[in-house]
């Protein structure tokens, strides 16, 4: 089984977004018995809130539901149980250095470092802009499950 945490600093917008994205496009290929996957935030502050509105909102486009999800906090013990630990922006590789420590298994990367065109994944809690985010994640998940397979 591969194992892959997404992780932003709230876990309610950036990394359940992509969690839940990457569940889609496994169930469609038919691989969901192959992956667990799974978000977390890289801070205490929404941690036991829910999704982010905009978040539900845009994958309720896609036909995808995040019910039941509420914000969790990574530990350092996560980095034993995953194989691929996904941060969306450099600041989230900061935080997620401090809590996970070293990386000597190479699992620490940016989402969007598997595409073409690697970079940060804004944050629409700051620019409102949840169809860039998606087409973000969107993109990273896609390079990324195909870097797997």
Known sequence: MIKVLFVC???ICRSPMAEFVMKDMVQKRGLSDSFFIASAATSTEE???PVHYGTRNKLKQYGISVA???AVQAKKGDYQKYDYILGMDSWNMC???RIFGNDPRKKLHRLLDFSK???DIADPWYTG???TTYNDIYEGCEALLEHIL
Do not use: A, E, L, V
């Open 95 to 97: 935080n997620m250095r």
């Open 47 to 49: 941690i036991g809130n």
């Open 9 to 11: 600093h709230g876990n």
């Open 129 to 131: 802009d949840f169809d």
């Open 68 to 70: 039941g999800k509420c």
């Open 117 to 119: 065109n690697p970079r």
